[in-house]
Structures are given as structure tokens and as C-alpha cells.
């Protein structure tokens, strides 16, 4: 049986590597790296080994879920915060693509490209736990969501903690000026610390918006089972991961888990979005456009129907007015033959065009 104590150590990933397998943790401590105490078995496809494959299935069915959530929202255009929350969904599925190449050793722990993609790879992790906590606050509407300023504000502080935290993350790895894999203070700090106050700010910012300007409450147990969830993860996988690993023979380990409980925070976080948002129907072209296009087409169609029952009914008057009026350009005398292609005389008294009663009373007084 392995050992399953847990040693937590202060600005320190001795212990945690010891516990889980983390991404960064083959960058730390000695050249080799830490290796756990228990972890998950390889598998063998086509000759070629592949780490942690239970987490490999966990982070395909996250990018596909991800995608999923993000066609929903990129289809709901009128929704608040719309274009502000799809970024977070963008740089979660990032992060968890890049996570999958390193936790299976795609790209292998002895490359030297491996210290830049974990550097990325902790970037991002933080990146977008900033994120998520600008996007707690759009709510609040500090900015008007959708401006440039509420886009440009998210985007340009993401990327400069991601480049914080990247270019802490590639010193600490290679060992270059203060920074040094053997006592990683500062990018613990941001792995843990900073994060952590992100992930805490933006459920707080959450609960106060619901509680004051809100009606329904419902809302509020999406936050509850998305900070559940979130929390469960973190715990199983740094702290029960090698007492899990022992228990079912090493087929799993506390990544697992951890992995398939932040997906679960992160559709929670989805599904609490959506509950607050609501569309104008008026100017909703969706995925639902199919439905209001066919009720607006009924109602052109009715109108449409009422205009032309006016217009036939005026129709059918016509005739009788007609018949009860007919029109001189049809009367000929009885005693004299018609005319055929009789042309009108030309005008008289100095170019100016007669009456109709004129012509009618000369066309009588004719000689013929």
C-alpha cells in the first residue's frame, strides 16, 4: 500500500507533486522532476505510451461540452455580458487543450519545449481565473457590456497576467536570476493565492447581485453547486489523490477527478449565466429564430388577408356605381350610326381646348 500521507508545504510544490501530477511538476524540484507517489497507468497504443489516459477521455469531453456551451451563447445576441463570458469559455478550453498535452506526454517531459508549454499552460490557468472575476462584475455595469471598453479592459488585463505568470512561470522553470524550481515562492503565490482570490471575489460578486437585483433566487444554487463542485475537485485532487490511486489499483487518480469537478464548476458557471440573462425576444435571432419567424409570417399573412378582403369588397361595389353612372365616352344618339376612329376636333377659339359639353353640342348640329 502506498504512502498516503499528505505533506502541504507553503510556497512550495514538493508536497502537491508528491500527491498529484500536475503539468508543472516535472519542472520542479531536481532535473527530473517530482514524480508522485501514485498516479494513474499508461497505456499502450500503437508503441506508443500514453499518461493518464481516464483524464485524456475527461478533457475531450470537456472541450467538446465547452464548445457546446460556447455556440449557445455566442446564439443568445441580445443576451447582457454575452461577448464578455464567451472569452472565459475561449480560454478555458485553451488551457484544457494544452493540459491534455502535456499530462499524456504528447509532448514529453525530457523536451525542451516542455518548459515553455507548462509556462504557457500556468499562464493561462491564471489568465482565466482573472476572467472570470472581470466577468463578475459586468453585472455591476461599471462599463456597458459589449462596448469597447468592456471588451478591451478584459482582454488587455488577461493578457498581461497571463504574461505576468508566463514569463514567472518559464524563469522559475529554467532557473534564470531569483527565480529558482527549487523554491517557486512567487509562482505558487499565483497559482494559489491569487487564483484562489479570483475564483473567492467573483462568487461573493455573484451572491450580491443576485441577492440585491434579482427577484429569483434560483440563481443562487447555481453558485452553490458551481463553488461545490470547484472545491470537491481541488481537495480530491491535491489532497486524497494517492489514496484514491491505491484504492482502484492505480486506474485512476486524484487528476481525474479533479478534472471532470472543475468541468462540472465550469458548466455550473454556464448555467448560472444563462438563468440571469434574458434575450429581446424582438431582436433574437438564434437558435430559436425558426419559432418567431413562423408567428411572424402568420401575422402578415392575417393582415395581409384583412387588407385584401377591404380591397374586394371595394370591388364589388365598384360595378354598381358604375352601372348606375355610366360613363359619357359610351353615349351615341339612337337616330345616327357610331363613328369608328373619330378623332376629336381640333381645339378652337385661339388654341384652347372646348369643353366636353361644347363638343357634344357641335358634333349634333352636324351637317351630316
Not at 18 to 46: F, H, K, Q, W
Request: charged share 10%; hydrophobic share 45%; proline share 6%.
Amino acid at each position: 500500500m502506498a504512502d498516503i500521507e499528505f505533506k502541504f508545504d507553503a510556497f512550495s510544490f514538493d508536497g502537491i507533486c508528491r500527491t498529484v501530477a500536475l503539468p508543472l511538476c516535472p519542472m520542479m524540484g531536481e532535473n527530473e522532476g517530482i514524480e508522485p507517489v501514485c498516479y494513474s497507468r499508461n497505456v499502450d497504443l500503437g508503441g506508443n505510451l500514453v499518461f493518464q489516459p481516464s483524464t485524456l477521455i475527461v478533457d475531450v469531453v470537456a472541450i467538446i461540452m465547452t464548445a457546446i456551451m460556447i455556440y449557445h451563447i455566442r446564439s443568445k445576441y441580445t443576451a447582457v455580458g454575452r461577448k464578455e463570458i464567451v472569452m472565459f469559455f475561449y480560454m478555458y478550453m485553451v488551457t484544457v487543450f494544452l493540459e491534455m498535452l502535456l499530462i499524456t506526454d504528447v509532448i514529453p517531459s525530457s523536451s525542451p519545449a516542455y518548459a515553455y508549454f507548462a509556462a504557457i499552460h500556468v499562464g493561462l490557468i491564471s489568465a482565466t481565473f482573472w476572467c472570470l472575476l472581470l466577468n463578475g462584475f459586468v453585472g455591476f455595469q461599471f462599463a456597458e457590456d459589449g462596448t469597447p471598453l468592456s471588451l478591451w479592459s478584459i482582454r488587455i488585463s488577461s493578457f498581461l497576467i497571463f504574461l505576468i505568470v508566463g514569463v514567472i512561470g518559464i524563469l522559475t522553470f529554467l532557473n534564470i536570476g531569483p527565480f529558482s524550481y527549487n523554491s517557486p515562492g512567487a509562482l505558487w503565490a499565483f497559482y494559489f493565492i491569487i487564483n484562489g482570490i479570483a475564483f473567492i471575489v467573483y462568487v461573493i460578486s455573484q451572491i450580491i447581485l443576485v441577492v440585491n437585483t434579482l427577484d429569483d433566487r434560483w440563481p443562487l444554487g447555481d453558485i452553490i453547486f458551481g463553488t461545490a463542485f470547484f472545491i470537491v475537485g481541488q481537495v480530491l485532487m491535491h489532497i486524497f489523490s494517492v489514496f484514491i490511486c491505491d484504492k482502484v489499483k492505480h486506474y485512476v487518480d486524484g487528476l481525474f477527478f479533479g478534472t471532470i469537478c472543475t468541468l462540472l464548476a465550469v458548466m455550473m458557471v454556464y448555467k448560472y449565466w444563462d438563468s440571469i440573462t434574458k434575450e429581446d425576444l424582438e431582436f433574437s435571432v438564434g437558435s430559436k429564430q425558426n419559432t418567431w419567424e413562423i408567428k411572424e409570417l402568420q401575422n402578415m399573412e392575417d393582415e395581409m388577408s384583412q387588407q385584401s378582403g377591404g380591397y374586394n369588397n371595394s370591388i364589388h361595389h365598384q360595378p354598381q356605381q358604375q352601372q348606375q353612372q355610366p360613363p359619357l365616352q359610351q353615349y351615341q344618339p339612337q337616330h345616327q350610326p357610331p363613328l369608328q376612329h373619330q378623332q376629336s376636333p381640333p381645339p378652337m377659339g385661339g388654341g384652347q381646348p372646348q369643353q366636353y359639353g361644347q363638343q357634344y353640342h357641335q358634333y349634333e348640329n352636324s351637317p351630316y
